[in-house]
C-alpha cells in the first residue's frame, strides 16, 4: 500500500537529548514536509524539501535539522535547542513542489519531553 | 499574525443537520484552499478543496464556499454524520509562496446522534 509512515508512534525524551523522528514515503512524491501541531493551534511548518539534498527552514525552524537523502525519507532531528519540543510532529507528502499541494500526512509522533 | 483564522473553537450539531465551518484569510495572495480533516492522534487526511477562480466545489455532502471579497470560505456537511465528528482545518496556499499550506486553528466538530 502507498502511504506515509512515521516512527514512532510515541516518543519520551529526556531533557537535554537530541531525538530524531522518522518519515517514509512511498508515494514517489517530490516534496516533503515537517508540521508540529500544539493545542489550540493550526499546523506549522517546521521544514520543507521541494527535491532531494534540499531543504529549507519553515515558520519554527530554531531548534530542528533535517535531511533528504533519499526522496522516500526525511528525518526530522529535534535538538537540545529547542525550548519547548513536547508535541504532535506531522510528516507529510506532496506529488510536486510547483504545482497545487494537496498534501498527504503520515500518523504523526507525539513527542514529549520528561 | 494569523493569516488563517478559524474562530468557532468547537460546533456541536445534531446528526442530519448541515454542519458549516467558517475561515477567514487576510492575505489576498492566497489562490488555492483546502479543508483537512483529522481525528485524534491521526494525521490530516484531505477533504476538499477549491481554486480561487471558482466560489463553489462540492463532492457528495461536502460543499466548500469561497467569498474572495470577504476573503471567507465555509465548508457546509449536509447531512451530518456522527463520523463527521472531528477536527477540521482549512489551509490556503499561493504559488508566490511555493504553494506552501498556512493552516487555521482548526475547529471540532461533534456531530450528536
Known amino acids: 500500500d502507498g502511504g506515509i509512515t512515521q516512527s514512532p508512534k510515541y516518543l519520551f525524551r529526556k531533557e537535554g537529548q537530541n531525538v530524531t523522528l522518522s518519515c517514509e514515503q512511498n508515494?514517489?512524491?517530490?516534496?516533503m514536509y515537517w508540521y508540529r501541531q500544539d493545542p489550540g493551534q493550526g499546523l506549522r511548518l517546521i521544514y520543507y524539501s521541494q527535491i532531494v539534498n534540499d531543504f529549507q527552514k519553515g515558520d519554527i525552524a530554531e531548534g530542528y535539522s533535517v535531511s533528504r537523502e533519499k526522496k522516500e525519507s526525511f528525518p526530522l532531528t529535534v535538538t537540545s535547542a529547542q525550548k519547548n519540543p513536547t508535541a504532535f510532529y506531522l510528516c507529510?507528502?506532496?506529488?510536486?513542489?510547483?504545482?497545487?499541494?494537496?498534501?498527504?500526512f503520515g500518523p504523526g509522533t507525539r513527542l514529549t519531553v520528561l | 499574525d494569523q493569516q488563517v483564522k478559524q474562530n468557532s473553537p468547537s460546533l456541536s450539531v445534531q446528526e442530519g443537520r448541515i454542519s458549516i465551518l467558517n475561515c477567514d484569510y487576510t492575505n489576498s495572495m492566497f489562490d488555492y484552499f483546502l479543508w483537512y480533516k483529522k481525528y485524534p492522534a491521526e494525521g490530516p487526511t484531505f477533504l476538499i478543496s477549491?481554486?480561487?477562480?471558482?466560489d463553489k466545489n462540492e463532492d457528495g455532502r461536502f460543499t466548500v464556499f469561497l467569498n474572495k471579497s470577504a476573503k471567507h470560505l465555509s465548508l457546509h456537511i449536509v447531512p451530518s454524520q456522527p463520523g463527521d465528528s472531528a477536527v477540521y482545518f482549512c489551509?490556503?496556499?499561493?504559488?508566490?509562496?511555493?504553494?506552501?499550506?498556512?493552516f487555521g486553528a482548526g475547529t471540532i466538530l461533534r456531530v450528536k446522534s
Open positions: 477549491i481554486s480561487s477562480i471558482k
Open positions: 507529510a507528502s506532496s506529488p510536486t513542489s510547483g504545482s497545487f499541494n494537496e498534501q498527504f
Open positions: 489551509a490556503a496556499s499561493a504559488l508566490e509562496y511555493g504553494n506552501k499550506l498556512v
Open positions: 508515494l514517489n512524491h517530490d516534496a
